[in-house]
């Protein structure tokens, strides 16, 4: 019972509260139910079902910014891969079921299409890794950050009219997976499919969240993002970290575009709204902090809907973009901190 | 022969370059050249070529990639634009008057950016020009949104080559104008922030001024240019802000070569013709252009960061054979040197014989 001991436990919750991070999240919450009184729970549950939607897109940019130091653009991309891979698989399972009728089959169709987009997702991060950053890794590391950005640029434009060549303007889209009827919450009601996708990014950041801190791979993966030189040290094999990173992080992208389908139907450009959207989460969050980007995506997803409700519809790159030009003025590092090594390199 | 050299020489025009500019200048007039569509093909390269040089200045020098620099061409063309269609001004003081908003707000873009190096600051570009892309979709009753804005042309003839020239004008003397600030002690200061912030400040440079000063020159030369555009191309959309026409500015410098303000403007010209023709060759495969230069871009950067200038430098530069030292030195003390070797060479042949 050192004097020591004895206060340092209310020291750093002392610290914690007052922290940045702290003090967004008790305004948000304060916003939230001065809006829940003001205009009904519609806010509410709509910032926690958009909330979940956008947490896997940027926990998925985060990983890849804090392990691989890449600052990928081409995020969108792998969203909209996965949506495009659920819509084939999809419709091609509902015409196999017109003619043949399976019990049990119409509800996990959406289900299906979905794994095979996560499937479909974790190959192009893996063709992605070997055919364009191993190379650049192997040949120069300086400028690495602004490098790999132009790079990803580059994949962005090509997977866009790549898309656009192989498969055609239109939109693809479904009208939605599921037949069943709407539910009711605290007197919103929230059709069945956002329902499930909420439910179903509550499920993926749990596993995400047991791989990272239980699974020898996940501790691998969090020690390259810590410290690389220690890591290799350790005897951890870069290489396949690097690409286990890219596959695990445009799975989640993938397997976010195949749960939207319903609301994003497949085109060529439909990454690049996600992709501003987790842009926006990663930097409020701060680069690299990847539970910060899962806090941080509701933060946004309220202050989108607030923007919607009480300024109007088609804004919402104005305020947002103004907000994010703020944060990086004030706070670079983000609210919650960025833990990325080499931002501060050229 | 000797005081013309100097001459182009203090204006940093070296003798190829000034053939390559009379051979442009003669292009339209040639007959493969002289049908209006590869006309009008020509000027938007010669557009990009300008462009991509004050992309330079701002990407090669201090090192800060502006992925809002179509924002800013639109934000001149659209004030050029509303000028004269809603203030009746002529089209030519447009092109002027587009100058300031773009610089206005280069110099607010320099000040926002101070404190942020690298990727936050070409984050933050970003952010600026999507906002004012926004801005311009939502504030119909100034800008008519994505319906177009149509404006009156700088000239009333339906031919492209009176254009062609303005830009080529207008091109030559950004140029001019931003070699001559970076063979100055400026430029070397930019450098100096754009390799080694620690090290620039420890010798005495200030980096806010400096990079105040080159955002604000930067995006006043992408406000002229987007006048231009407006009373060129006669309609504008918000999509002329996207970032995906930052992109092809952005290309077309990094295959030219960062860093040195004339690769970017040499290799707009042909990069534009080509992705032109493949455009409208194949027909039945839309976007091939696009996906092929995504594809230049990603090999240039891991095989070939330098681009076409370190082609330039590594080859042709130092090479001793007299004409190339005089062609693309064009400098007195080249010239001097070639004749040097000249002499060298008749008197080693006098020795063997």
Redo the contacts between chains.
Sequence with gaps: MTPHSEDRVPNIFHHAVRSAGAITIFIALVIMVASAIDKGPYIVVNTIVTGGMWALMAMGLALVFGVMNV?SFAHGEFFMIGSLVSFYVVTTLNEYLLRTSVPLLPVIIPLMGMFAACVAGCIAGALCEIM?FR??RR??QEQW???T???T??????M???H??VFG?EFKGIVSYWDFPSVEILGTYISFDRLFVFVLSVIAMICFWSFMKFSRSGQAIRAVSQDEAGALMVGINLDSIQMLTLCVSCGLAALAGASLLFMYPSY?SVGLGPL?NS?FIV?LAGLGNVAGAAVGAFIVALFQILTTVYIGE?????IP??L??LV??FK?SGIFGSVVRG???? | MIGFLKVIDKVSLTPLSILGLISLGVLPVVPPFNQEYLVRWLTMGIFLAAQAVAFDFTSGFISIVNFGFCAFVGLGAYTSAILVVRAELSPWIGLFASILPAALLGFLTGVLTLRLRGIFAAVTTFFIGLALMGLATKWVFLTEGPLGLNCPTLLKTSSNVPYFYIVLVMMIVAYIVLKAVVRSHIGLAFQAIGQNMEAARTSGINPTRYRIFNFTLSCAFAGWLGGFYAHYVGVLTPDVMSTAKTVEVLVAVYIGGRGSLWGGAAVAIPFLCATELVRSSLNELPGLNLVMYGLFLILIMIYYPGGIAQVYRKFLYKSKHPIPILLLKGSISGLQKAENEMLNRLAGLRKTE
């Design positions: 600052p364009v190379p650049l040949r120069s950050v602004m490098n950005f132009l790079l640029l580059g994949l962005s434009i090509i866009i009219n790549g656009q060549l303007t060529p501003y842009w930097i088609g804004w919402g790159f104005v973009s103004a994010i030009i990086l003025t670079p931002i501060h390199d050229k």
